[in-house]
């Protein structure tokens, strides 16, 4: 199984590099510690390499789309429809998630794995469908353990095709209608934390609106008991398609050693999917932002991962991992290209 393949070559990164690399961040013309998170960034990057600078290549980004049957109980302020009308904006480059990639340089493909719509083709578009949407959790599981084990590996074999392209970074983002929903019922069944603390208004719900978003939750998880042991269970019963296939990607990216961001409260529901699975990809996650999404906080603190931004935004799509991925490029580059003390002929500092 390609997932269990998978797991097995999940290692834990060599921190013994680390001294290296800030013995070269320490040389370079500036007080010691003056970038700030610029330097922990270009540091974790090249211990993740294990090369120092950097090797710089190409950015990736994958968009996966997928419908949630969750949306059935009025939790969201769109109709599901928009998941579909979406995508399309996507592949004509309309999105925000288009704007940032053109701006920073990387390359995004849009992914269905699950919309309850039939793209009749579209340039730009792969098909990765597992099924039509999930079922609503709320009265059952959300799919069948076998189509949750194939939006995993869906996600994995993506990362794998793309492998011996020159990677630099890799990050994954999404849009799917009721997927808040979703990564809210995960995190509870993964934490303990309760609907209440975990629930935010998604796509700007209103209180009535939030009322039943908590409620359908609770329902959710009342109904299916996902194991907190078996995250491929929680998957299964409360989970999304999108959400699967990002944990995927994050497993497959950590196989390979590759860096990989993760945009908001999805995708990092996705990552704590990912870290039960196996606990060693902590060292390759990179957590851009702190969302306005209520559960973000609490997710990221069950991740242990700093947000390096805090912008407010709650949009998703990789917006967020866009941002960082130039941060972090930029970070790659001034650990390559900046001048030493020594080759500069600057004096160094006396004390």
């Known amino acids: 199984m390609l997932l269990e393949k998978t797991l097995e070559r999940i290692r834990p990164l060599d921190h013994s590099f680390e001294t290296e690399v800030q013995n070269r961040l320490d040389a370079l013309t500036k007080p010691q510690g003056s ?112 189509e949750a084990v194939q939006s995993i590996e869906t996600g994995i074999s993506i990362v794998e095709g793309a492998a011996t392209e020159n990677l630099f970074l890799l990050g994954a983002g999404e849009m799917g209608i009721g997927n808040t929903s979703s990564a809210a019922a995960i995190l509870c069944a993964l934490t303990g934390a309760t609907p209440r603390d975990a629930v935010g208004r998604g796509t700007g719900i209103d209180d009535s609106t939030l009322r039943k978003k908590v409620a359908a939750i609770d329902r959710g998880l009342e109904v299916n008991r996902p194991d907190p042991k078996d995250p491929v269970d929680v998957l299964t019963k409360v989970g999304g398609l999108e959400i699967g296939a990002m944990t995927g990607v994050i497993l497959g990216a950590a196989a390979i050693h590759i860096p990989m961001v993760l945009d908001g409260f999805i995708s990092g529901a996705a990552a704590l999917l990912a870290q039960r699975l196996s606990p060693h990809i902590h060292d390759f996650l990179f957590a851009s932002h702190l969302s306005a999404e209520t559960g973000h906080g609490v997710l990221l603190e069950a991740l242990k991962l700093p947000p390096v931004m805090d912008l407010e935004m709650r949009l998703g799509e990789g917006t967020g991992a866009c941002i960082l991925m130039g941060l972090i490029e930029a970070a790659a580059k001034i650990l390559g290209e900046m001048a030493t003390f020594d080759s500069a002929g600057v004096e160094k500092k006396l004390l």
Request: some cysteine.
């Open 35 to 146: 970038l700030g998170k610029l330097e922990e960034l270009a540091r974790r990057v090249a211990v993740i390499q294990g090369k120092v600078p950097p090797q710089l290549g190409r950015k990736r980004l994958f968009v996966f789309v997928a419908d949630h049957g969750i949306t059935e109980e009025g939790v969201s302020a769109y109709p599901k429809e928009v998941t579909a009308q979406m995508t399309h904006n996507f592949l004509r480059g309309g999105a925000a998630i288009n704007v940032l990639a053109r701006h920073y340089s990387i390359e995004v493909e849009v992914i269905d794995v699950g919309v309850d719509y039939e793209f009749s083709n579209p340039s730009g578009l792969r098909n990765c469908k597992v099924r039509c949407g999930t079922d609503n959790f709320s009265r059952g599981a959300a799919m069948s353990r076998a």
